[in-house]
């Protein structure tokens, strides 16, 4: 047994010394995604939500202590100026100043608590202390068992004082949801809500495969380039 099979809590683990005291809690999963260093290899699933994406994403697992980073896409490292070491492992509050907004820090926690996807423009910081207003969306992802798996994470920067871009972003996206038809609409819902192809199929009494080509429609049709990326879309438009 390792730090990887103690990540429940500090004080369930039976490596806890006076001398170690925190052996197998959030430092330890800190230190081995950073050990690892490849994120890719750490979690291929939590990868595949936004490798793909353009937009600046992570995934986060609540099942470790204080639901840690597990994984970051290259737009995530570009916008906040933090390299992969400095963000995997690490909640994702380390965004958060002196003037984000406890209001909408509430807003996003409330939604973490409750299993819910948000959208919320908080002030957030760079690694190098510049502010910035962030669009940012977390969702949660269940597993096959409908149990909590991830939450993914998209942040895009807004210009201050700039005509938002979420206006014309909200706008886009409901444009685009009316391409869609009324099944792919409805596997949209859910894929938004964070269930997996299993439990939408069982949901709306189709076939898996049946299921996969609605979503895969769906997809080409918002242009959307990762789940992650159709998830966003689908809260920016408020489904
Ligand atoms: C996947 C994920 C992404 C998050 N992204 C942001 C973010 O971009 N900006 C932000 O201020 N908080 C973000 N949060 C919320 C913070 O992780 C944290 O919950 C919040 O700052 C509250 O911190 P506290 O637990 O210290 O009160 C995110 C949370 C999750 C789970």
Redesign the pocket.
């Known amino acids: 047994m390792d730090g990887r099979d103690c990540v429940k809590s500090a004080t369930d683990c039976p490596h806890a010394s006076a001398q170690r005291p925190l052996p197998c809690a959030q430092e330890a999963a800190r230190q081995r995604f950073v050990e690892h260093g490849d994120i890719y290899t750490a979690d291929p699933e939590a990868r595949d939500l936004i490798c793909h994406s353009p937009i600046a994403s992570?995934?986060?697992n609540p099942r470790l202590p204080d639901?840690p980073l597990i994984a970051c896409n290259q737009s995530f490292i570009d916008l906040t100026g933090y390299s992969e070491e400095e963000i995997i492992g690490r909640?994702?509050?380390f965004?958060?100043g002196p003037g984000?907004e406890p209001w909408l820090?509430e807003a996003?926690?409330e939604g973490?608590r409750e299993q819910k996807a948000v959208l919320v423009e908080?002030l957030?910081y760079k690694k190098d202390g510049t502010p910035f207003r962030?669009a940012?969306v977390?969702a949660p992802v269940f597993d096959d068992d409908g149990e909590l798996a991830y939450?993914?994470?998209s942040?895009i920067e807004l210009e201050e004082g700039a005509e938002s871009p979420m206006v014309t972003r909200r706008a886009r996206a409901a444009e685009k949801l009316k391409d869609l038809s009324k099944r792919q609409f409805e596997v949209l819902q859910m894929v938004a809500a964070g269930l997996r192809n299993k439990q939408i199929a069982y949901e709306l009494g189709l076939s898996e495969k049946t299921v996969k080509m609605h979503r895969g429609l769906a997809m080409e049709k918002l242009g959307a380039q990762s789940s992650a990326d159709m998830i966003r879309l689908a809260v920016e438009a408020g489904v």
């Open positions: 992570v995934v986060s639901n909640n994702c509050r965004l958060s984000t820090t996003i926690r973490v908080i957030n962030n940012v977390v939450f993914h994470g942040q």
